[in-house]
Every structure is written in C-alpha cells, then in structure tokens.
C-alpha cells in the first residue's frame, strides 16, 4: 500500500510539473507579452513561449495580429506623409502659378496702362493700340485665374451640379473623352458630389500619366439609392493588389486616395485590370432614401420646375412638404421659410 500512495505522489509530482512548466509558465509569459503589446511594443511575442501548442498557436496569433497593425500603422503614415507632401507641392504650384503668370500679367497691365496715361495726349492714336493689348491681356489673366479655381473646386460642381461638371471637365481638360450618363440627374450632398467630381480626375488622370490610353470612357448612373460612377480605359494595364492599402507602401497614393475619400461616405471601390490590356475603375456611394415629387412641382426659392424624381431634397413646413433643386434651395429655405412661402 506505500508503494501505491508513492507511486500516486510521484504521478502527481510529474503532473504538477509539467503543468508549471509546459502550461503555467508559457501562460505567464504570453500573459506578459500580451500587457506589453497592449502598451504598443508590438514584437513583444516574437520568441517562443514553449508551451503546449494551444498556447503556441495563441502566441503566433497575436503575433500575426500585431503584424498586420504594424503593416496598417506604416501604411497609414506613408499615407499622411504623401498628403502632406501633396498638399505642400500643390501650395508650391499654386504659388509659382500666381507668381510667374496672374503677378506678373498685372504687373504688365498697370505698366501698360501707365505708358497709355502718358501717351494719351500727345499720341492718341497709339493709345487705343494700347489699350487694346491690355484688354487682350486681361481676358487672357481672368481665364488663367478661372483655370486654377476650376483646379482647386469648379464653380460649375456647386451651381449646376455633378453631370454638368463632369461634362466640362471632359470638354476642357479631356478632349475625346465618351462620356455617358445614365438615369435620371438629380443634385447631391455638396460633399458627396465632390467625392465622386475627385475620383473622377484621379481616375483620368491616372488613365492619362500611367496606362497611356488611348480611349477613355465614363460612365456616370443615377441609381435609386444609389450613384456609381466608372472610368475604363484601353492603357497598359496592371495587376491589383487584394488589398488597395499596400499601394501605399510603394509610393502610389492615387487609388488609396479614392478608396479613403469613397469609404468616408460609405462608399465602395472596385478595380478590375489586366496587364497589358485595360483597366475599369468603378465607385459607388449610397445616397439613401430621399421623399420624391410624385409630379412637376416649382422650388420654392429659385422657382425651378423639378420633374418627379428630379429633386435633391425636401423639407416640410408647417405640415406641408416642399422641394429643392440644390442644397443651395434648400439651405435658404431653412433659414428663413417665410420669405419663399407666397402670403
């Protein structure tokens, strides 16, 4: 009986054993590793714990976890970095634009001007010579200037809308662009509108610099809840990554620029391409559900005739429901109903 309950000890004493150090131990240090990399030291878990392999398949989880957070939190620097050099190079532009062309060109205006105040009386004939260049010139500095405030937001986009923008977009900056608008138009969210307006450059952009296409074509559809918009080209072509993000890594910050700016709205980017043969971009952002006049009805603010389905939003007004064409429309009627509602 002894050598039994001795037995029954040493099994114990073994159990107990390697329960400390195959379980408790590796436990304990996976324990530590896990405080450790919840305070940001995210290769905390490289080494292994020497545990049973349940704890050493949590340990190599973890360690794949804190990988990807590493892999997002370098992307995401790269990321803000690009947006800062970005917005640092466009201010550059900007100023060398207004420097060397719009400061100079009416530096040459007033220099223009002032040799016609000199030569007003005593060469009247060469006065209007003069005077002629310099409205030549103006027209020149005034579509300069409209250039480069159609750059940083066309005037076009807030007063008549996505569609129309775009269009001029094609006739100006891309001559034989095939574009198609599909459904009924209809205004958006200013924010909205602007998102799809900068995918829209990005994605021709692209088209032009990378792929070298030779045709381009956009598509923009007015859906029910929905707007999508696509750019397909006949360039080069490439292979898309799984995961858009990774562009980041290697300096391409054009369609990780498009995914973040869509996602924003709760929108979704979709990259179809093959390498040596096309590329399709499509985009597409929720609009929700908006009340629609069931008939032609007049915006109370601008007095524009709206179509059914045609307007961008509504508002209700003492138990009656009016209809805007713009959030401009609307904006105004908010502030002040009274001074749209006829007495």
Known sequence: MPSVLFALLLVSLAANGWLVWRVWRPVRRLSAGAVRLAEGELGTLEHPCNGVSEIESLRRAMLAMAGHVQRAQAQSHAYAGALVRGQESERQRLAHELHDDTVQALVALGQSLDLARAALHTQPAAVGEMLSSTRTMTAQTAASLRDMIADLRPPALDELGLATALRMLANTRHPGLNIHIEGTERRLESTLELALFRTAQEALNNARRHAAASHISLRLSYQPHSIVLSVEDDGRGFTPPPDLNTLAMDGHFGLVGIQE????????????????????????????????????????VCSALLQPEQAFGSAVYNGQTYYFCCPVCRGAFQRDPQAYIPK
């Open 261 to 300: 700016r869509l996602t924003e709205y709760g929108g979704t980017l979709r990259v179809n391409s093959t390498p040596g043969s096309s590329t399709r971009l499509e985009a597409s952002i929720p609009t929700g559900e908006r009340e629609q006049p069931g008939s032609e009805v007049r915006d109370p």
